[in-house]
């Protein structure tokens, strides 16, 4: 059964057994008659084919089960960890050392047979290109190992990743160990770790040292951090001078309790710009530095004679950093919803404009524009053509130069169903990024992106256009199934209107076929006297027999066809079948000798007598007809009890059929005689599949060897009918 069936499945229910329970059915004939129960032992049923079919079946319900669980946590609101499996999560970012954490979760998620996700939390700072590229490539490495990997956005590292532990039932967080020095430990604020600690509740956190080397230099991680934050430090300096110089101009007017005020405004309105809280703490400490050095008396000194003052400035500098640093982290959080409002919309604009499509090409056209637009790069799309690996480039409006490097990174990622040219390991020389178009486990093309000149594509962008990617594949995927539909639609009408046709045909020619027959069988009487008119009378009587079967045939095709032919099973001695089909088939097979050999202990049959007759008679007439006069055909019968089978073969010395045409043989209208119609065939497996058996072509080394088997079914299993 397909995996999609199975997850779009409302409810699944698991029948557990032992394979020892299971195996001991088996021999007790509870599944199988004792015959067929031996042989499945030995094969099939192995204690090992069921053990691992058990545990599959575990697994897929165990899978259900922990999305419905997912559901209703998600549905219920409730932040509490169900311990009902595991699941783990790792941190990734730009460090050199993700990497490591990476393999080293996926070790674990192994060996505990659990599921992983790789979260990157994006804090809206733009990272440097270096660090850019080393971030991707640690998340295509957890993607490439089997991870989950998601990009979301959040101010606080600690808080993203618990906030998504607790919406996605994680058992288990794994972070780095910060490098840090002793006394840097007893400075700096409160660490992830601890954050982690403190807010996890019942999940566990796991922390993985870095690999051994050099520890890490402070104070050039300082200097980097201050070095990309300049544009906050700048800033923050420059509006606290701003103030002091506003400051300066009104204390002549309003005493020194003005300046303090202005003082906070500037700090609360830097946190709109600003996003390094040392920066905010910069600001805050200048701030009241020169309030209490250029207006608080005695002025230009640091010294506070009035108790009041000083808990003025004290109580000033901790509103102003709090109020400031407040101000920032509401700035980043709007950013972030809009930014994940504007991702949304992007989104619902694209699905919509996509649904709307009313074809193949203007589907791609109308998503490469819709992709273009909302990247902001240049777009190709390409879809498989033909077999080989070929790939066709569609037309989308913009200018994409496709050379043989170009084709070879697409058609790679079309293979082997990952991205790959530009920023990533697999031929980054590429110009182009190149990611695979996923509906569920089928590849429906490639999406070919070219950034502008010295840009790159972030994590975030990287996931919103795998998500378009994916859109666009299950509308491929759509208007090939509608497709399909169309055809499968045109075939049924027409089928049905093929049945309409025979069947009216055929019911019409049956009673002038009857006049003909009556109307020959007295002239031949009549004509006793007259050999000639004798013989001419014959030939009409026998081409209207023949006729009346081809007429027959017609009939049979449509009952199978409508479903309306429904065997009457019942026990038979295909030797009595025999010699009805052998009596049947008398006139047309005066000049082909046939030999019977059916063993004397030949079992009966469940079949349906005038089914398994009509069969015979096809096959006989087919052999006379197809093989030269005065050939034999032997008919030849035994019993398979380790399979649970009865074979009858039909053996002529003719010309044979070629290879070739062998899997072709049992189609309608396929014949190599003039004036067939390639009927009797398709008629003969019918009717054995509507009686639970099946025909089938046997290799021998002259002539034709037809083989039909029914089920071999013992006398008191068989219930009645």
């Known amino acids: 059964m397909p995996d999609s069936v199975l997850a779009e499945a409302d409810c699944i229910q698991l029948v557990d057994i032992t394979p020892d329970q299971l195996r001991t059915r088996l021999r007790e004939g509870k599944v199988y008659s004792a015959p067929q129960a031996s042989a499945a032992l030995d094969h099939f049923f192995k204690e090992s084919n069921l053990t691992a079919l058990r545990e599959l079946a575990l697994r897929i319900v165990a899978e259900k089960v922990d999305h ?131 807010g996890s509740d019942q999940i566990d956190i796991y922390v993985v040292p870095a690999a051994s080397g050099p520890g890490r230099n402070r104070w050039k991680s300082w200097h980097r ?68 050095l250029l207006f608080i008396p005695p002025v230009m000194t640091f010294k506070i004679e009035r108790l009041e003052d000083a808990l003025m400035c004290f109580f000033f500098f901790l509103v102003a950093l709090s109020t400031g640093r407040l101000t920032s982290r509401l700035r980043i959080r709007e950013r972030e919803e809009r930014e994940r409002e504007k991702k949304t919309n992007a989104l619902f604009l694209y699905s ?17 524009g819709q992709i273009s637009q909302i990247m902001g790069v240049r777009l190709a799309v390409m879809t498989p053509e033909g077999g080989g690996g070929k790939l066709r480039l569609w037309e989308t409006g913009g200018e994409y130069a496709m050379d043989e490097k170009e084709w070879s990174v697409a058609v790679w990622c079309m293979e082997h169903r990952r991205p790959a040219g530009r920023f990533t390991d697999t031929i980054p020389v590429a110009e182009g990024f190149y990611l695979p178009m996923m509906s569920g486990e089928r590849c429906m093309g490639v999406l070919g992106v070219r950034p502008g000149e010295g840009e790159c594509l972030t994590a975030g962008q990287k996931d919103l256009l795998e998500s378009m990617g994916a859109q666009l594949a299950m509308a491929l995927e759509r208007e090939e199934l509608r497709a399909e539909r169309a055809r499968t639609r045109l075939m049924e009408e027409s089928e049905k209107l093929h049945r309409s046709l025979l069947d009216s045909v055929s019911h019409e020619f049956k009673t002038p076929l009857a006049v003909i027959e009556g109307g020959c069988e007295k002239l031949a009487g009549r004509a006793a006297s007259a050999p000639e008119e004798r013989e001419e009378y014959g030939e009409i009587l026998l081409a209207a027999r023949r006729l009346r079967r081809l007429v027959k045939n017609l009939l049979d095709v449509s009952r199978l066809e409508s479903g309306a032919l429904k065997p009457k099973l019942d026990w038979c001695d295909l030797g009595d079948v025999i010699e009805g089909a052998l009596a049947a088939t008398r006139e047309t097979r005066r000049n082909h000798p046939v030999s019977v050999s059916l063993p004397p202990d030949y079992p009966l049959v469940k079949a349906d007598f005038s089914l398994m007759e009509q069969v015979l008679v096809n096959l006989l007439l087919n052999a006379c007809v197809h093989t030269p006069e005065g050939t034999s055909v032997t008919l030849q019968g035994g019993a398979d009890p380790v399979r649970g089978q009865v074979w009858l073969d039909i053996h002529d010395m003719g010309p044979g059929i070629p290879p070739e045409r062998a899997e072709t043989i049992f189609e309608r ?53």
């Open 225 to 292: 951090k201050t070095e990309k934050d300049g544009r906050d430090y700048w800033l923050a300096a420059g509006v606290t001078a701003a103030v002091t110089g506003a400051g300066l101009l009104v204390s002549a007017f309003t005493g020194y309790f003005a300046p303090g005020f202005l003082y906070l405004a500037g700090v609360v309105g830097l946190g709109f710009f600003i996003r390094s809280r040392w920066a905010m703490l910069l600001a805050a400490a200048l701030s009241v530095l020169l309030w209490n």
């Open 669 to 721: 209208f396929r014949t190599t005689r003039p004036g067939g119609l390639g009927l009797g065939l398709p008629i003969v497996r019918g009717f054995m599949e509507a009686q639970r058996g099946a025909v089938s072509l046997v290799p021998v080394s002259a002539g034709t060897c037809f083989r039909l088997v029914l089920p071999l079914v013992e006398h008191d299993s068989v219930p009645e009918e």
């Open 68 to 198: 419905e669980l997912t559901e209703v946590r998600t549905i219920s609101g409730d932040r509490s960890i169900w311990r009902s499996g595991e699941r783990l999560m790792v941190a990734v970012g730009p460090s050199p050392f993700s990497a490591r954490l990476v393999r080293w979760t996926r070790r674990m998620a192994y060996a505990l047979n659990a599921p992983w996700i790789a979260l990157s939390v994006d804090t809206g700072v733009p990272l440097p290109p270096e660090q850019q590229q080393r971030l991707d490539a640690n998340l295509e490495l957890a993607r490439r190992l089997g991870a989950e990997v998601i990009v979301m956005p959040g101010s606080d590292l600690a808080e993203t990743l618990l906030r998504m532990a607790f919406l996605r039932n994680v058992s288990q967080i794994v972070v780095g160990k910060p490098q840090e020095s002793y006394l840097w430990g007893l400075v700096r604020p409160i660490s992830l770790v601890d954050k982690l600690v403190k």
């Open 352 to 368: 919509q404009a996509i649904g709307s499509a009313s074809d193949v090409p203007s589907l791609i056209s109308v998503a490469a």
